[in-house]
Nanobody, 122 residues
Framework: QVQLVESGGGLVQAGGSLRLSCVASGSIFRMKRAGWYRQAPGKQREFVAR???????VYADSVKGRFTISRDNAKNTVYLQMNSLKPEDTAVYSCNAEGGNYNGLRYEFSYWGQGTQVTVSS
């Protein structure tokens, strides 16, 4: 079992910024594809951003231009820089990390963090 430790969530005013971090523990696992998802109360979990081993990024339309996903492979860490935050960004943000072999669609292993609360006040 791989442990994903998230940090950086909190309470921020609309228009403000937060930076989320997700570090994967264990020397046996190295992130390949990684991403962030979020779930607001009463809503389904939704995709936010993803980054591949080659650094290619994909963003949900709702956050494009405001959020930036990045990674530090030496630290086995993925970040989500969130700018121009809106109240509708309020949610529990979860980190997802994938590794192992890739079959063209999926990786062999997939892990989730515990989630960190982001609250944006109006």
């Amino acid at each position: 079992q791989v442990q994903l430790v998230e940090s950086g969530g909190g309470l921020v005013q609309a228009g403000g910024s937060l930076r989320l971090s997700c570090v994967a523990s264990g020397s046996i696992f190295r992130m390949k594809r990684a991403g962030w998802y979020r779930q607001a109360p009463g809503k389904q979990r939704e995709f936010v951003a993803r980054i591949t081993t080659g650094g290619t990024t994909v963003y949900a339309d709702s956050v494009k231009g405001r959020f930036t996903i990045s990674r530090d492979n030496a630290k086995n860490t993925v970040y989500l820089q969130m700018n121009s935050l809106k109240p509708e960004d309020t949610a529990v943000y979860s980190c997802n990390a994938e590794g192992g072999n890739y079959n063209g669609l999926r990786y062999e292993f997939s892990y989730w963090g515990q989630g960190t609360q982001v609250t944006v006040s109006s």
